[in-house]
């Protein structure tokens, strides 16, 4: 698929993630990466290669046993990314199903 900017492609994210699970999976991963890679900063850098072992563990584990499909990292690396810190704030900040509605999903509890 291509997608001509950011806004396009997260739409297609948001739908790779339909899941609260998958959502809340990915929120851990992320979190735990962010964790590991200050911990690696402030004592030791050979901690940094659990950075991307944890986020993605977590995320692929979601979208392979959770979501059911393919992660969408392995088709737009960079983007996923982004799009992956930008569901971490808006779960952060608890905005998550107002975009999600927005967005013409309904959250699923």
Not at 13 to 35: A, D, E, W
Not at 39 to 56: D, K, M, T
Not at 64 to 90: Q, R
Request: proline letters at 5%; aromatic letters at 22%; a positive charge.
């Amino acid at each position: 698929m291509n997608f001509r900017n950011l806004d396009e492609f997260w739409v297609f994210y948001m739908s790779q993630h339909s899941k609260p699970s998958t959502r809340r999976l990915h929120f851990v991963g992320t979190l735990v990466s962010i964790i590991f890679f200050i911990i690696s900063a402030l004592f030791n850098w050979w901690l940094l290669i659990f950075v991307p072992l944890s986020g993605y563990g977590f995320a692929w584990y979601s979208h392979f046993f959770v979501e059911g499909n393919i992660p969408a990292t392995f088709g737009h690396p960079f983007w996923s990314l982004l799009c992956d810190y930008k569901m971490f704030g808006l779960m952060l900040t608890g905005n998550m199903d107002k975009e999600i509605k927005r967005l013409g999903k309904r959250p699923v509890f």
